[in-house]
């Protein structure tokens, strides 16, 4: 029985070094980020930098987009007295101040 747990025991610790031994000497990180900058250098060439005249224009606010609004808050308006309302002074939409 100590025998058998004697050789899982160098099995495990076999595994353990090659894994070392690969990490260290074909995965290690460093190697792969200099292997991989070297492989884009030759990949991808460099962007191309075009020069234009300086102008001042009116860049636009609006733009289209789809969605949904919703509101910060609600705002009941109650009258003082019973009674209908028959004007109110805002219109929808506006900018109501305090």
Do not use: C, W
């Not at 990490?23 to 900058?37: D, E, G, I, Q, T």
């Not at 962007?47 to 102008?55: E, F, G, K, Y």
Request: proline share 5%.
């Amino acid at each position: 029985m100590r025998a058998r747990k004697l050789v899982i025991f160098g099995v495990m610790a076999a595994a353990v070094a090659a894994g070392g031994y690969y990490y260290y000497f074909v995965y290690s990180p460093a190697k792969l980020a200099a292997n991989s900058a070297q492989s884009l250098a030759r990949v991808v060439p460099p962007a191309p930098v075009m020069v234009a005249q300086v102008s001042q224009e009116v860049v636009p606010v609006q733009f289209g987009t789809v969605g949904s609004v919703q509101q910060y808050t609600t705002v009941s308006v109650k009258s003082l007295v019973d009674g209908q309302i028959f004007k109110a002074g805002f219109e929808e939409g506006q900018y109501v101040h305090k």
